[in-house]
């Protein structure tokens, strides 16, 4: 690979896949098949608890965290996203490992608002326990009534009161909400309709038991319902926390959902990839190891050709990852701004073609649960809308190429 | 349209379209709540037996019977596969709709196996109460071991032992065994695996009841278990049953699924018509009603384009399907092989990326079961394997291809 | 085929598929390779000559023309669409035979036109002699300096002065003008630009040889020329004609180009779904006697695959233009609006599609002259944007699609 | 970009970037049209010379050259393939480019072959002449009447006869043996029928002017003659040359094209990705600066998300060619063998859809020779076929992907 990790990356990679393959693979599919059976499945399971433990123990814990910058060492050094990519991959392999190793969304995203943004009364609150793994957290962004690619759109209501603030409105799509342990609450409103369109919204930071916030009912995507993490519908009615909640500002919510993305979009490329990886290597033992007409299914028709093209994808939204992340790492978010679209669009559309075909290589089995494959497919579906349609991601790449040219200025904005 | 539906179909067209309009579109999102929300989920609702009680009364039942043969004419005189189609088009928009007018698969299927290949007892024990809606019936052929693309597979046994039939194996998919009316199961089993490979196998009658038949699992079906009808893994041991209950005599099960899976592929493609005509109706509904960036949805971007290539996706499925049932219709399964085949490949494609497109336009909400595009993506995404995959479709495509040249007798088989 | 010519249709189906087989066939290539040979390639060839005379003599001559209309009965009584398409089908594999029939564009085209809007002056002097083939016309409309998807866009300008009218400008891709017979200029140019967008422009009939008119080059479409008949860039410089020569009136050009269009386009998607049936038996020719790993090519990899696509997609469209083709005859183009732009985005592409699939099972050989893929590639794309580009045509199936719906008259227009 | 080039490369990138746009983008399309016009389209235009004699002046002369091997230290130092992608992605903009700095197909290759398996007496009479741009080459691999996409269907011979080799059969898109400097042809043919299928064929160097040589005729490619190089169909009758002409010994052509291919498909590749990139920068200068309908056409319909898509497509590939020469640098062709494999599939396709998506939005003009891009889509096309079909190539990425199956080694081969 061009795209070399770090000495420290390396090890840290060596011990994540070897963690996966000796603590978590023997296990997940108990795991999921107990919390399927349980009267309350959105209960974690005891030998998930067990799994975060033992992650922690190995130091395999919060390795999401960025680098460290002045004033907030105490919180730990992280890798660069380039040195992170690889990790996030391999725990994308997998539907536990990411939480085993408290690196999931939306906690992470969560956690680097915390970290970058929060005041030092507001991380002691929760961002420690957020590290620590004692508590979850949801972010209430997307609203039900409103088209929220356009998130200017967003209607529920943040206004200031005294040193308090109000919070009105309905969310959805508030993804780890179901969890018993989820305590806080990230939510944007609109605070001042007369400003600037990016400057109308305030980020406040609600705690998920304060009176008149309700959560209405858990979503199913594509009939999932992501037990025990789930994705809420909310209502916030006359909801009053301290002013001191907000974060950075009133109508400085614009500006820190934009810096949470950035990253945010990354990580779950990463794992999108390690997750159509695993769909290759499925279709490749079915394929191999079933029979018909005959033959082994992969000598089949066009079956090599589709392994091959799954293949060239794979490789081909990888490095478009990892481009991605190096930019990050070394231009900022500035300079990074169309790959971080152009992977969007480009990462969950292969990962979402490449399960299909491993679907359709193990028969009816591929459409039910004895494999990955049908969460998996769910999982990178979801994300071609999770962080904006498709559509607006592909018009960020579009500006970004039309504002090489010049005679764009007078008419194609 | 160039081809033109009878007056006797077309009056019922009409009849369909009334009664869908103000019978069953109004109570249908109720009933699939009712149905979720029920502590027995597996119980149909009163609701709905009720639709199907007025659906009978008004004659709207039963419309997939085939046209009387000499001999059946006591079972009424059916319609035309081309008459038909509009019909099951319609029915096609709603989940509920087929079952309201006992014509869903698999029982149709299996009422025109006893139709044609059923001895008159059999008819009498099987056929009747299935007419009359009093049971329903599942088709107990792929099995979870071996690749069921390939049907010679089948490893389940058949075997005679004096005037008795001893079934065992395992059968997966078995849709409608869930269902708590569900007495009759058409099992395909191993008989003499001496035979030539498409006289080796059995079908053979048993009653869901009979010792030794056990439902070991509802079977998800890209996360849905498709409430109150389901897909069955059933396991059958030392499973016995009366020779008489052998349909037509022992090695005859490929003749008669080959019968049997012509006409019924045919329905599954019309009613996919129907259900991407309702998927890309509620694409423009939502495209003209929310706005983002200032403008109707269906203004942005690729969208009108996406909308144009629907309905010529969805007109050019529509007719390639008219075209095969006209062709069943005045020359038989053997003059519409290719055809029927082609339908297959062609149409569950289409459907599932017209509904991909319209959920993607209704954002989060397409995701979820708020409207019925989830359950649709699904349904469209399991009739490219559960009918046998795209690629055995394609594979006798080519062969009607290729049997056209000469040359190809040489080598190309 | 539920689209069922009429007996007259079927005897010329029967008689054109046999002079294809029987003359045309035996020495296209010849002809082709003459014309290629030839000193100047811009002559027919004396062979070419003789194939129209033949298939005059036997009747099979302008049989693109449309029903007789009162006053045009002695213009011969010609063919539904639905019965011409199977004609025009066959005549589509060959790029001689629509010229053999007299059947080709763009003079097809203008002969409808002078038919249906001519004075009977105009008829006499134009239309007869382009029924006899005496001579040949070409069609000027598209401009270089302006996006000619927007019809609106045209600056070349028809101004009345006196009993004459004035014509200026510069056309480009005015199909036929290369050809010694071509005697006729279809010009349409803006006459007042002040009158509703649709009203501004006037078709004028310009004899080839009136000073000012210039064919500046021959273009190049795809790198082929098209001798004899190529595409011209055409100036026009102060060009001088009688009033006499506008057709129907001054602002009338954009009412008798729509009657023009509807079906001329449906000509040349029939005639594409016969290039691309023969291209489908060239692939399964080569496919089934090439043989490489010790296999006909057509069973390697996924070439079975390709092969039932190929089929399918042909199938498809055919059905789709004979539909087009029925709905014109029995509603008129309004009746037609959406399936005629409908078959304009489905087919050109299908064929470049299945065209490409041959090119490369046919290797090298695929690329070279020595098939006729490569010439009849390059007929599908341009046709993409010969009678505006797709994307227009999807607008065109987007903005019918949605008056249906109630709520797109206040803002999706 | 994460893979960074040397300083040295930098330095060149500058400076060939700097030539360009200085000298040859200037000039490129008069000595294009001075071609067409020209009586003898085969002789090469002096201002082509002039500008290979300042490029060569100015070093920028065998950048393909590999980096130096004890032995060859006198033909140059040459750059790394990471080192010189960059390059020829420059020259690859631009038809001219590969010429004017000595680094065109197919004398890259030849020359590279000449480097590594020639005598010093080879080198001597065929590579310095080579270098010195004094001769040019042609390589005689694939025949027309057998599947070349299996190299040992080949069925020309090389048959030894005492100290002189004799060669016979027929050869065909021998790449620039229309040229007049063309004075080597290296041929490829069977010596020993009973050898392994691998050591069968033997590589000798043929002057062109050898008794028996004919160039039958020169091939169009998608109509295109590509003057003044050219594509021919050669005769090899009873030709006589020493057996030294051999290179390295009877029967190890295989092995010396395995080295040859490696390297010669990364440079056609890398060059593509330039073609594609100026392609979409035609695109956008013409879709912001043409109107349509009130709008520039970059803002109608689907534009700009096509405009992303190829955005998209064009990093992924470009970052799938740098992985792959980074693996050659660093292990060898073994190592990059399916990557090798991947970008001859995902590079001529994705250049393919560029273009053609840069020629739908310059209308009629992107058909005709005003653009380079009816030139651009069949050089991408035709390097679909031109080193082994896509499905080979393909097949090569499945056998990789396989073998990393332990159960594939029973049957799956």
């Known amino acids: 690979m061009g795209f070399e990790p770090s000495a420290r990356a390396q090890e840290l990679i060596g011990r994540v896949e070897q963690f996966l393959r000796t603590e978590i693979e023997p296990v997940e599919a108990e795991v999921h098949a107990a919390t399927k059976a349980a009267a309350d499945p959105w209960q974690p399971q005891p030998a998930f608890r067990e799994l ?52 999931n969304a939306p906690d992470t995203g969560n956690m680097e608002v915390l970290l970058r943004y929060g005041t030092p009364e507001q991380k002691k609150q929760w961002l420690e326990p957020l590290l620590d793994g004692a508590i979850r957290s949801a972010f209430c962004m997307t609203e039900p009534d409103v088209a929220s690619s356009d998130a200017t759109n967003m209607a529920a209501t943040a206004v200031l009161d005294g040193d308090e603030v109000v919070v009105n409105g309905r969310k959805w799509w508030s993804t780890g909400v179901g969890h018993p342990d989820c305590e806080l609450l990230i939510f944007m409103g609109l605070t001042d309709p007369e400003a600037h369109r990016y400057a109308r919204h305030t980020m406040v930071l609600v705690p998920r038991d304060t009176p008149g916030v309700k959560v209405e009912r858990l979503l199913p995507a594509m009939s999932r319902y992501d037990e025990p993490h789930g994705h809420g519908e909310i209502s916030f009615t006359d909801v009053r926390v301290p002013a001191a909640n907000i974060l950075v500002g009133p109508g400085r919510a614009f500006e820190i959902a934009q810096g949470r993305l950035g990253p945010g979009r990354v990580h779950h490329c990463m794992r999108l990839i390690g997750l159509a990886e695993h769909a290759l290597e499925l279709a490749l033992l079915r394929g191999t190891s079933r029979t018909a007409f005959g033959k082994p299914l992969v000598n089949l028709g066009g079956n090599r050709e589709r392994i091959a093209d799954a293949r060239i994808a794979i490789n081909q939204a990888r490095l478009l990852v990892l481009q991605t992340a190096w930019l990050l790492d070394t231009q900022g978010l500035a300079g990074a701004l169309s790959e971080v679209s152009q992977i969007k669009v480009a990462v969950p559309r292969m990962a979402q073609e490449v399960i299909d075909m491993a679907i359709q290589l193990h028969g009816g089995g591929g459409l039910s649960d004895d494999y990955p494959l049908a969460a998996a497919w769910t999982s990178a579906r979801a994300l071609r809308l999770a962080d904006g349609p498709d559509e607006v991601h592909r018009g960020v790449v579009a500006k970004v190429e039309l504002a090489k040219y010049q005679s764009t200025k007078g008419g194609a904005e």
């Open 52 to 103: 975060q433990r033992k992650a922690r123990a190995q130091g395999l814990w919060n390795l999401f965290l960025p680098p460290a910058e002045p004033g907030n060492e105490q919180y730990g050094e992280g890798l660069s996203n380039l040195d992170y990519a690889p990790i996030a991959e391999l725990t994308g392999r997998s539907f536990l490992a990411p939480y085993v190793f408290n690196c």
